[in-house]
């Protein structure tokens, strides 16, 4: 399967250490299979930081099975939950080798954000979600997990 990254530079050996921990699943290598996607996290990194926007591309093994999976098939009370403690900083996914779910991105944010400051009720939220169109990205917390399933492909940029 082909899975992309949005960046700013060329990245032939990921490496889990360079992430934010504030993010959807915490700390990890994030990939979406929505090349789409990685164009936009592209080029948004690249407008903040005033640099090229770059989108890398690799070969990610099909077969998990052996892996430490956490998959979170739609948006969901526990998708909701895990998303809000990660985003709180709290590191949830020292259990799991690589995290799979929906992108809560600024759109979704919003309305996770809702929840996240007490406004609105989990049923509420998950109501509202319903009408975004998701993406996906995956989350590969191990270096050792993340050297072994994805393979450097190319690297373009992104105007």
Request: charged share 35%.
């Amino acid at each position: 399967m082909i899975v992309y990254h949005g960046t700013t530079e060329i990245i032939e050996k990921p490496d889990v250490k360079h992430s934010k921990k504030y993010l959807d699943f915490g700390k990890g290598f994030y990939l979406t299979t929505f090349e789409e996607q990685a164009k936009k996290w592209a080029i948004r990194k690249a407008m903040r930081q005033g640099k090229t926007a770059v989108v890398n591309s690799y070969e990610m093994k099909d077969n998990l099975e052996k892996y430490r999976v956490l998959s979170f098939a739609k948006e969901n009370e526990k998708w909701l939950e895990f998303v809000c403690a990660c985003r709180k900083g709290e590191s949830l996914n020292a259990d799991y080798d690589i995290i799979i779910g929906s992108v809560a991105d600024d759109d979704v944010f919003k309305t996770v954000d809702m929840y996240f400051r007490g406004l609105w009720d989990k049923k509420k939220v998950l109501e509202e979600l319903r009408y975004y169109k998701m993406n996906d990205q995956i989350c590969i917390v191990n270096q050792n997990t993340l050297n072994e399933i994805i393979a450097f492909q190319k690297a373009y940029e992104v105007k």
